[in-house]
């Protein structure tokens, strides 16, 4: 199976697994300048457009009934102000207008992505590094401004014997900036990696004997990836919360 | 024969998806047998097990952009 894999010039797949990724202009043309409108500006624009939508008209007509939307509205905010709540405390509910703006647009890109011949803005490392590093940024300012040099105690672990804190300072300051890194490419990663399987199976339908296969497969991981979609912008959420939580308190 | 090379690596690469793998199923699985022992205190740590999940398989997504770079990149 593996050598159908290669590509159209050897008479496999007639596309590569990997195309669904790139970022090409939108509306015709081929170069690509930094106003030029591309798939992935659209998608970004549509997850943004999908969020607005489902937050203004669901707390439009509030109702003590709440309509489908509405619902769905309040599970979302229920959802990420308690996440925040449990794990930040009464204070990080200051930041939650943040929080809860990273969650809807992941959770509505990864879902817009779904679609198919959609394209998954967070798929792209350039996306959510730059989410990440919005994180990692606002969160070391805040402890720095929050905490003074007292945030420097998140490095220096007191609960731990004197001769082993400065090798453990070493270790969380390199845990500490590996931070952005891993919140990153744990979100593109997974999606990526998602996408890349359903075309890899996709792939194996062209061949007549594998197809049942190949069409079940889709489907499982079809609904694997809903799944994943969600737990991602979970994850990523969370991980904010946590973050945020070190920088408020960073006694351990 | 470089390039063969790195498709090697790429395969090489993979095994740490399996491993990271076996760190995501120690973590449900534990958390599972806690749970069933302690249902109540369940609910309150799901949080914590999606952090100890998403440590864990940090990791294998290191090892898949390993095999991504020796694929497309190297």
């Known amino acids: ?49 999908a969020t607005f939508l489902l937050l203004v008209l669901g707390s439009s007509k509030r109702s003590v009934i709440p309509s489908r939307m509405q619902s769905v509205a309040e ?12 794990i930040c405390g009464k204070e990080g509910v200051k930041y939650f207008p943040y929080i809860m703006t990273l969650f809807m647009f992941i959770v509505c890109a990864n879902f817009l992505g779904l679609l198919p011949a959609s394209f998954t803005p967070t798929a792209h490392f350039a996306v959510t590094v730059v989410l990440a590093m919005a994180v990692f940024l606002t969160v070391t300012i805040l402890g720095f401004v ?41 979100l593109a990663g997974n999606v990526m990696a998602g996408h890349a399987v359903i075309k890899v199976f996709a792939g194996f339908a062209a061949l007549t004997v ?5 069409i079940l497969g889709i489907t499982a991981m079809y609904g694997l990836e809903v799944l994943v979609s969600f737990i991602q912008a979970y994850v990523f959420t969370i991980l904010t919360c946590v973050y945020l939580k070190d920088a408020l308190h960073p006694s351990h | ?20 793998a076996i760190g995501v199923g120690n973590v449900a699985g534990n958390f599972l047998a806690g749970a069933l022992r302690n249902p109540s205190a369940a609910a309150s740590q799901t949080a914590t097990l999606f952090i100890g999940i998403a440590f864990a398989e940090a ?16």
């Open chain 1, 1 to 49: 199976m593996a050598t159908e894999t290669h590509g159209a010039e050897e008479g496999g797949l007639v596309f590569h697994p990997m195309d669904q990724f790139i970022v090409e202009p939108f509306f015709g043309g081929t170069d690509v300048a930094w106003y030029t409108v591309t798939n992935a500006t659209v998608w970004s624009f549509l997850a943004v457009l």
């Open chain 1, 75 to 86: 599970l979302a905010y229920g959802f990420v102000y308690k996440m925040v709540e449990d």
């Open chain 1, 146 to 186: 929050k905490n003074g040099a007292a945030f420097l105690g998140l490095f220096w672990v007191a609960s731990a014997p004197l001769a082993l804190r400065p090798v453990l300072a070493v270790i969380e300051l390199i845990s500490y900036f590996v931070r952005p890194v891993s919140h990153s490419i744990r």
């Open chain 1, 210 to 214: 594998v197809s049942p296969f190949a």
């Open chain 2, 1 to 20: 024969m470089e390039g063969e090379l790195a498709h090697i690596g790429a395969g090489l690469a993979a095994i740490g998806s399996g491993a990271a």
């Open chain 2, 59 to 74: 990791l294998g997504i290191f090892a898949f952009l390993v095999a991504l770079l020796l694929m497309f990149a190297v």
